[in-house]
């Protein structure tokens, strides 16, 4: 079992970054795959970026080239740099780590996590 805590986020204007951190507690965190979710007010929770233990790293099409998921197992820590921030970036952003076998879209999918971080909200005006 693991515990997941999150630090970050804030409120920037667009085309400005911000860097998420995710810090495991408990299970050995470099057993785990992780990965970053967001959820803005009224829509479905999507996945943004992914990275399986070998560091193999999925991302969605809408974070391609602006966003990058990256860990560092000495401190348990998984992170999210987002540059060129978007209005339609904004929503709260969730880590979390699974145990499931593949990388790639499906990776992005909430159903193969197993733990949740506690979320942080990112803000991007215009």
């Known amino acids: 079992q693991v515990h997941l805590v999150e630090s970050g986020g804030g409120s920037v204007q667009s085309g400005e970054s911000l860097r998420d951190s995710c810090t495991a507690y408990g299970d050995t965190y470099s057993t785990y795959n992780m990965g970053w979710f967001r959820q803005a007010p009224g829509k479905e929770r999507e996945g943004v970026a992914s990275?399986?233990?070998?560091?193999?790293?999925s991302y969605a099409d809408s974070v391609k080239g602006r966003f990058t998921i990256s860990q560092d197992n000495a401190k348990n820590t998984l992170y999210l740099q987002m540059n060129s921030l978007k209005p339609e970036d904004t929503a709260m952003y969730y880590c979390?780590?699974?145990?499931?076998?593949?990388?790639?879209?499906?990776?992005?999918?909430?159903?193969?996590?197993?733990?949740w971080g506690q979320g942080t909200q990112v803000t991007v005006s215009s």
């Open positions: 990275i399986y233990r070998d560091g193999k790293q």
């Open positions: 979390a780590a699974g145990s499931f076998a593949f990388t790639g879209v499906n990776s992005l999918r909430s159903k193969w996590y197993n733990y």
